[in-house]
């Protein structure tokens, strides 16, 4: 167990919707992490907060969003589904947010889009 | 952008014997590297990593990784695999400096015969 919480664990929906994942960092840490892992992307990083703040973006697409509360837990926000967007989604924190640090894993959320 | 090669897609072994999963990074300054191991339907597990000091790193479930910057590579290895072995195993490189979603490579499946 990494300490990383994500809900929920699946999630099935339709096209054009709109979904939230959640996660809940280790107690302590103030940077996370989103990630997607599709069977023709593989893992993508999509994007970092840090103690609130957006740090770094990756391959995310404009339908999605995210943001980090004062409590540090993460949303991530899907809309507009589409099929492709069937996946599995990770979240990860680690501690120092500063300098590189060790990601540790939550158990994802498995979005089917139908 | 950073990119991560694992150039097996699958290994199978025998069990009880060694094994050695590839990998390598195209980057000039020595980045920030990770293994994870992600069993069937679970989320990604920290094996090891190395961020700079003794080349050779040590990591859990018996693992060990070696930094060749000669050889831009950072493979992993295991002297005698357990059937509980079997899972998918990802390299992933980091760039440091505190905006650092990890670059992942596409994975190596690794069967255990018995």
């Known amino acids: 167990d990494s300490g990383v919480t994500q809900t929920p664990k699946h999630l099935i929906t339709a096209t054009g919707q709109r979904v939230t994942l959640r996660c809940s960092p280790r107690?302590?840490?103030?940077?996370v992490y989103w990630y997607q892992q599709s069977l023709d992307q593989g893992l993508q990083f999509l994007i970092q907060y840090y103690n609130g703040e957006e740090r770094a973006k990756g391959n995310i697409l404009e339908r999605f969003s995210a943001q980090q509360f004062p409590d540090l837990h993460s949303e991530l926000n899907l809309s507009s589904l589409e099929l492709g967007d069937s996946a599995l989604y990770f979240c990860?924190?680690?501690?120092?947010?500063?300098?590189?640090?060790?990601?540790?894993f939550g158990p994802g959320t498995r979005l089917t889009v139908l | 952008a950073q990119s991560v090669t694992q150039p097996d897609i699958h290994i199978t072994v025998s069990e009880g014997a060694s094994l050695e999963l590839r990998c390598n990074y195209p980057y000039g300054a020595t980045p920030y590297l990770f293994w994870y191991v992600q069993s069937p339907g679970q989320g990604l597990q920290l094996l090891l990593k190395?961020?700079?000091?003794?080349?050779l790193v040590q990591g859990i479930k018996g693992f060990e990784a070696e930094f060749k910057r000669s050889q831009s590579s950072f493979n992993l290895r295991k002297p005698s695999v357990h059937w509980s072995d079997a899972a998918e195993y990802f390299c992933a490189v980091g760039a440091g400096g505190g905006a650092d979603g990890l670059t992942f490579g596409k994975g190596t499946h690794l069967i255990i015969q018995p």
């Open positions: 190395y961020f700079s000091g003794d080349t």
């Open positions: 990860a924190s680690s501690g120092l947010g500063v300098y590189t640090d060790t990601q540790y």
């Open positions: 107690s302590g840490d103030l940077s």
